[in-house]
């Protein structure tokens, strides 16, 4: 069965993402125009994360390594793997997390 999630169903997430549509294996969401940062806890997640910059540009510290992110950029965070994100410029990114965040 198709899932289709419109911006007018897309529901914000406790830490200001935006939930897409999920399956079972993989779920999809959008952080859109993240004002910059530099204080952001580093965290841990089960899933694995790949993403793809939209607009704007942040530092991805994924296990003490930093790696500068601007459009059309691609990443990956490893599950398990500590991370953070210092946003340098209002930042939209649309990510796919499996299994989906949750």
């Avoid at 500068?68 to 990956?76: F, I, K, M, Q, R």
Wanted: proline fraction near 7%.
């Amino acid at each position: 069965m198709a899932t289709k999630v419109s911006a007018k169903q897309a529901v914000e997430g406790p830490h200001g993402e935006i939930g897409l549509a999920k399956g079972e294996r993989i779920g999809m969401r959008m952080w859109r125009n993240e004002e910059p940062n530099s204080d952001k806890p580093a965290t841990r997640s089960e899933h694995e994360t790949v993403g793809y910059v939209v607009s704007g540009r942040a530092e991805l510290v994924v296990a003490g390594e930093t790696v500068t992110l601007a459009p059309g950029d691609s990443y990956l965070v490893p599950a398990g793997a500590e991370h953070t994100y210092r946003i340098l410029e209002t930042f939209t990114a649309v990510e796919a997390t499996s299994p989906p965040a949750k």
